[in-house]
Each structure stands twice: as structure tokens, then as C-alpha cells.
């Protein structure tokens, strides 16, 4: 089966550091998601994005997040000056056309590190 | 978004049938009631998804009641590998102004299964 993968699987940054979490969705999808997921906590979503832009975000995706899709496969996410907070597992998730009866398939995350 | 209901844990021994409730009470005529689950330290995995007739796949059954205001998740015979955290989620489109936007899958704290050799 297809998988979406996650690059680097692990990440250590000091604060007010900028960090970019990268994925490469399934080739053929055409909508994404960064999830995160605090340790202990559930998973929550951050932000969605189709067609080049945001096509819905959470609260918690503030002025210091941002996405993007550079190029025809890599979609990243950004964090601008990270916080102690940020440090958590951040999952990535596409999906070929983000229907309500499609599935998502999420790669295996990253775990970011603030110290 | 609809809200589902869902034990914080079960218990299974190996190599029984697992049935994970969940309740849906408001759901709506056009969500469709999907199960996720995830392994320790895993990303989220799509297990199944239904709309109003009970499903088959590989992994599991879906078995929805017949007003659609709960479902139960069957394995039919856990193993190890299926002790995770299983989600109960509900997906619906919304029109927003003529422009239909997707939902996207939001978690809850979901049921945690485990099972016991």
C-alpha cells in the first residue's frame, strides 16, 4: 500500500529556533494535514490545505505555522520561533480528494524536541 | 461537528472477537461514521468506514444500528498487535456558500484496547 513519509523522524531545537517538518504525500492525493499530538494527549488537527492554500486551520495554528508545498511532492510545515509547548509528535496526512467517505492515510510523524 | 461516545478502555484476550462500541446520537443523514486506530508510538490508521449498511474488510466489521445513532467495531479475532487506541470519528461535507468544504477528521480521546495473552 502507499504510504506518506516523514522526514526527519526526529527533531531537537532550542527555543526560538525555526524548525520545518517535511512529508511526501501519496502521489496522487491532493489534499493534505499536519495533525500533532502532545504526549498523553489526543491527536489534533492544525491545518488542511488543497489546491495551494489553506482550505481550513484550528486555533492552534497561529502566525507562527505555515505550510507549504514547494515543489510537485514535499509538503512542509513550519514552525517560525518554536516554544517549549510545540514539542510534540507531528503527523502528516493526505488524501486523493478529501471526500467524507475517503480515508486518510497519515505517515509514521515526527517528534519534535524543544529544549 | 457530530460527536461520538466512547469507552476510555476495553480489555480482550487473545484470539477473541472484540466488539468496540460507540455512540453517535446526532448524527446526521450524511455523515459517515469511520474508525481509526493507532498503535503506540504510530501514526493514526485507517481501519473502516460505513455510511448505513454494516462493512466488511480485511482488518474488521463494521456493524451500524439500523437508526444510525451507534455503531461497534468488531475484530474478530484480536491479537497483540491489535492492542492500540481505536477511534469512533464522524466525517460529513459542509457547503459553505456554494463552496463544499470537507470535513476533516478530528479525534477524540478514543477507546484503548488491550489485549491480554
Known amino acids: 500500500e502507499p504510504e506518506v513519509t516523514q522526514t526527519p523522524s526526529h527533531q531537537v531545537t532550542q527555543m526560538g529556533q525555526e524548525v520545518i517538518l517535511r512529508c511526501v504525500p501519496i502521489?496522487?492525493?491532493?489534499?493534505f494535514y499536519w495533525y500533532r499530538q502532545i504526549l498523553g494527549q489526543k491527536v489534533e488537527f492544525l491545518v488542511s490545505?488543497?489546491?495551494?492554500?489553506?482550505?481550513?486551520k484550528s486555533e492552534i495554528f497561529d502566525d507562527q505555522f505555515s505550510v507549504e508545498r514547494p515543489d510537485g511532492s514535499n509538503f512542509t510545515l513550519k514552525i517560525r520561533s518554536t516554544k517549549l509547548e510545540d514539542s510534540a509528535m507531528y503527523f502528516c496526512?493526505?488524501?486523493?480528494?478529501?471526500?467524507?467517505?475517503?480515508?486518510?492515510?497519515f505517515g509514521s510523524g515526527t517528534q519534535l524536541s524543544v529544549l | 461537528d457530530a460527536k461520538t461516545t466512547q469507552p476510555n478502555s476495553m480489555e480482550s484476550n487473545e484470539e477473541e472477537p472484540v466488539h468496540l462500541p460507540c455512540n453517535h446520537s446526532?448524527?446526521?443523514?450524511?455523515?459517515?461514521i469511520h474508525w481509526y486506530r493507532q498503535l503506540p508510538s504510530q501514526g493514526p490508521e485507517y481501519v473502516i468506514h460505513?455510511?448505513?449498511s454494516n462493512v466488511n474488510n480485511r482488518m474488521a466489521s463494521l456493524a451500524i444500528a439500523e437508526d444510525r445513532k451507534s455503531s461497534t467495531l468488531i475484530l474478530h479475532r484480536a491479537t497483540l498487535r491489535d492492542a492500540a487506541v481505536y477511534y469512533c470519528?464522524?466525517?460529513?461535507?459542509?457547503?459553505?456558500?456554494?463552496?463544499?468544504?470537507?470535513?476533516?477528521?478530528?479525534f477524540g480521546p478514543g477507546t484503548s484496547l488491550s489485549v491480554i495473552p
Open positions: 496526512a493526505s488524501s486523493e480528494l478529501g471526500q467524507e467517505n475517503e480515508k486518510l492515510f
Open positions: 502521489s496522487n492525493h491532493l489534499y
Open positions: 490545505f488543497y489546491n495551494n492554500e489553506i482550505s481550513e
Open positions: 446526532t448524527i446526521s443523514g450524511t455523515d459517515y
Open positions: 460505513g455510511l448505513t
Open positions: 470519528i464522524l466525517r460529513d461535507a459542509t457547503d459553505l456558500n456554494m463552496k463544499t468544504s470537507y470535513d476533516k477528521v478530528i
